[in-house]
């Protein structure tokens, strides 16, 4: 079973702006479901409670259209690493995957479809993904003691479109005064 790289799974905890679906209202509803099926499925004492998987891994169903991620990852895997794109770039589901105009949810939105690769940005997605695994399997993985895998969030943080890092005057090297000093010496010393 070929393993998804590590950085797959890194837990980003700056990144938790995809939460803005989770609406208070929502994890309300959610938690009280999740405690009724728990309550309903695990009777006090009950040795069997433990091997009951919680409710969210049987909640989505197996990815149909992987090309880039590993074909074995379950639903929730994908989920989870998607979670963290969207978070990485600081984006929505569906800045990626297209609406399908008939499955409309209960919010009167338009569901959307995953496996759909009609939007571009999915394919921009997958390439910079193959980018960030090469990047870790054969440059960072070489790094003798490497334990920091490049992940979107390197590059993105939180941006669509990564921002130019400039480098302030007053943190060159050698700095402003730093440099006024050598010369300084340096004509002192002719
Ligand atoms: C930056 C683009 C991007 C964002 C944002 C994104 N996805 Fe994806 N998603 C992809 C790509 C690319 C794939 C296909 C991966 C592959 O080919 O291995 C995918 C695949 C999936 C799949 C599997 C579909 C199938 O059946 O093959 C699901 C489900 C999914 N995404 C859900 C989500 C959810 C939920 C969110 C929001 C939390 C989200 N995605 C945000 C790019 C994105
Ligand atoms: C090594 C740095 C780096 C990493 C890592 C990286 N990206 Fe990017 N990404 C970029 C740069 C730079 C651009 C802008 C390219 C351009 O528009 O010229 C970009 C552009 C994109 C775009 C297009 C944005 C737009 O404006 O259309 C998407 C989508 C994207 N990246 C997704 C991802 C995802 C998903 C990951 C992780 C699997 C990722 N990137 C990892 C550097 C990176």
């Given at each position: 079973?070929?393993t998804?790289p ?9 990144n938790?702006?995809?939460?803005y679906?989770l609406t208070?209202?929502?994890t ?13 499925q695990a009777p006090?004492?009950s040795q069997?409670?433990?091997?009951i ?8 169903p197996?990815?149909q259209n992987?090309?880039?991620l590993p074909k074995?990852m379950?639903g929730?895997?994908?989920h989870?690493i ?5 978070g990485a770039l600081?984006v ?10 008939d499955?409309?949810g209960?919010?009167g939105h338009?569901q959307?479809?995953f496996a ?5 940005m999915?394919?921009?997605a997958?390439t910079?993904y193959?980018m960030?695994?090469e990047?870790?399997?054969n440059?960072?993985?070489k790094?003798?003691g490497s334990?920091?895998p490049?992940t979107?969030g390197t590059?993105?943080r939180?941006h669509?479109?990564p921002?130019?890092f400039?480098v ?5 090297f ?17």
């Amino acid at each position: 079973m070929k393993t998804p790289p590590p950085f797959s799974y890194e837990v980003d905890h700056l990144n938790t702006k995809w939460k803005y679906r989770l609406t208070g209202f929502a994890t309300m509803i959610v938690s009280v479901v999740v405690a009724a099926t728990v309550t309903a499925q695990a009777p006090a004492g009950s040795q069997a409670a433990a091997t009951i998987p919680p409710p969210s891994s049987r909640s989505y169903p197996a990815p149909q259209n992987l090309k880039v991620l590993p074909k074995d990852m379950t639903g929730q895997q994908v989920h989870d690493i998607m979670k963290q794109w969207a978070g990485a770039l600081g984006v929505q589901c569906g800045s990626c995957h297209a609406d399908d105009p008939d499955n409309i949810g209960p919010d009167g939105h338009p569901q959307l479809k995953f496996a759909d690769d009609s939007k571009p940005m999915k394919g921009i997605a997958r390439t910079m993904y193959t980018m960030t695994d090469e990047i870790n399997s054969n440059y960072i993985a070489k790094v003798e003691g490497s334990g920091v895998p490049v992940t979107c969030g390197t590059c993105h943080r939180g941006h669509l479109g990564p921002e130019p890092f400039t480098v302030e005057p007053k943190d060159a090297f050698p700095s402003p005064l730093e440099a006024a000093e050598t010369k300084e010496k340096s004509l002192a010393s002719q």
